[in-house]
């Protein structure tokens, strides 16, 4: 390992320990649940009131209260992936992970199949409903497209907010998003296993298998490969097999090679752009 780079391990702590994610995506997941609960009961006293008694705190509290509590059920659901992920980056640079995060933004499909969570009927949908909540339907005035109407667009937008069933049914999907998280690197059928060695000055090849996730390879080049024009995957490749300084963990890379998501470390090559398929590798 390089000492002079931090790495994401079991000492993390803040934005780079997976359980600060989970625990953040809790808190707003209670707070979801606690406005949704709050804006039920001023429905009960708002249609009590008689014509007349309305004031415009009680219009406000109306359509409020249900775009909040979808706005962080959409939050919980990015922090509980987020935790996941910070978890599949385990071994890699602080700073890798810091700046993936941020390239990943609030693209919750992909970062779903980022840390393979097991996508069901309409989980896609559902979640890019949340993912459309946290950038415009439960923060801005209604987008009203070419050809459709503002009073048809806002009752849509309003249908999908207000429904108690939609809501439950993203409530669960959240629910199963934190399980599958806090399930990566925690499977005692699956545990998962870490390798990692340096390449030259400032390169470094990083290795996990298992923990519910796919084996993953990470490797920065070196400046010395730069300079020797040794850059492609054939090269990490053929470095790995002849490291004589790391003999055990090499030969399980190599065992896993042909099956690992494989991932370059480098500022224009950022893994929230797309995951790695076999023609990659």
Request: a neutral charge.
């Amino acid at each position: 390992m390089l000492p002079s780079i931090p790495r994401i391990s079991t000492r993390s702590v803040g934005e780079f320990n997976p359980k600060d994610w989970i625990n953040e995506g809790d808190g707003l997941m209670a707070s979801s649940g606690k406005i949704r609960e709050i804006w039920d009961d001023h429905r009960q006293v708002f249609s009590a009131l008689g014509k007349g008694q309305k004031t415009k705190d009680d219009w406000d509290l109306l359509t409020g209260l249900p775009r909040a509590s979808m706005l962080l059920l959409g939050y919980s659901v990015e922090m509980y992936l987020k935790g996941g992920l910070a978890k599949a980056y385990r071994g890699c640079p602080e700073e890798v992970f810091q700046r993936d995060v941020r390239c990943f933004s609030h693209k919750l499909i992909r970062l779903a199949k980022e840390i393979v969570f097991p996508l069901e009927n309409e989980d896609e949908s559902n979640l890019k409903q949340l993912q459309d909540m946290i950038l415009v339907d439960a923060r801005y005035p209604v987008f009203v497209p070419e050809g459709a109407t503002y009073s048809d667009t806002t009752n849509q937008r309003t249908s999908k907010i207000w429904s108690q069933s939609n809501f439950n049914s993203l409530t669960e999907l959240a629910s199963r998003i934190r399980a599958h998280s806090a399930s990566i690197n925690s499977n005692s059928n699956d545990p998962a296993s870490f390798r990692s060695f340096n390449v030259d000055e400032d390169g470094y090849v990083a290795f996990r298998i298992g923990g519910n996730l796919p084996p993953r390879i990470t490797y920065r080049l070196s400046s010395e490969q730069k300079r020797s024009s040794q850059t492609s995957k054939d090269d990490v490749k053929a470095l790995i097999e002849e490291n004589s300084s790391c003999s055990s963990s090499c030969k399980i890379i190599m065992h896993y090679w042909k099956h690992a998501w494989i991932y370059e470390d480098g500022e224009e090559k950022t893994r929230c752009r797309a995951r790695p398929n076999s023609s990659d590798r």
